[in-house]
T-cell receptor, first 115, second 114 residues
């Protein structure tokens, strides 16, 4: 019930296209859903996060869509650029798990944006 | 630089040796986390500190692993009698406040056990 399932495992998009990465979860206690971007040899960097009281959050070219009833959330990268080529991780945590941010990560999506 | 700092960035050790990693969190952050990431996988939670108190340890953290956060500032993660299966990226993260607040990760320490 702690698992977060992420798809696809890898994604190739042309420059200017839309990249879409999906995640699904089982634990209904999850109430915080961040997305992290990771470049090779670097630590994950927080991109954008959403809480279940809203269905969508947009920051620049990055949008999270959240479907509470389906227990799914997705990351959309608009106008994808070669510099966006990285591994993206969705994650989830519950404020009921001791009141701190114990993140459960998906397995990651390796995005390649071709010029 | 005011981000989370980890040292060393890379460590190669022989099987059976002990290793220690250090993490310096963002200065005002009261919460500190250790995660482990193997190749092609997402990070997995290892342990959590609130100030100097270690409040949760994952089952992934065997008896060979120990973590400390003296005085609620920097933290160390020690692995005794390393095994090849310990080879991974060890990530430290920190956050501030209560509930689910943003967690910021360091660059990680890449451990290779030969």
């Amino acid at each position: 019930q702690q698992q977060v399932k992420q798809s696809p495992q890898s994604l190739i998009v042309q420059k200017g296209g839309i990249s879409i990465i999906n995640c699904a979860y089982e634990n209904t206690a999850f109430d915080y859903f961040p997305w992290y971007q990771q470049f090779p040899g670097k630590g994950p960097a927080l991109l954008i996060a959403i809480r279940p009281d809203v269905s969508e959050k947009k920051e620049g070219r990055f949008t999270i869509s959240f479907n509470k009833s389906a227990k799914q959330f997705s990351l959309h990268i608009m106008d994808s650029q070669p510099g966006d080529s990285a591994t993206y991780f969705c994650a989830a945590s519950s404020s009921f798990s001791g009141g701190y941010n114990k993140l459960i990560f998906g397995a990651g999506t390796r995005l390649a944006v071709h010029p | 630089d005011t981000g989370v700092s980890q040292d060393p960035r890379h460590k190669i050790t022989k099987r059976g040796q002990n290793v220690t990693f250090r993490c310096d969190p963002i200065s005002e952050h009261n919460r500190l986390y250790w995660y482990r990431q193997t190749l092609g996988q997402g990070p997995e939670f290892l342990t959590y500190f609130q100030n100097e108190a270690q409040l949760e340890k994952s089952r992934l953290l065997s008896d060979r692993f120990s973590a400390e956060r003296p005085k609620g500032s920097f933290s160390t993660l020690e692995i005794q009698r390393t095994e090849q299966g310990d080879s991974a990226m060890y990530l430290c993260a920190s956050s501030f406040g209560t509930g689910n607040t943003e967690a910021f990760f360091g660059q990680g320490t890449r451990l290779t056990v030969v």
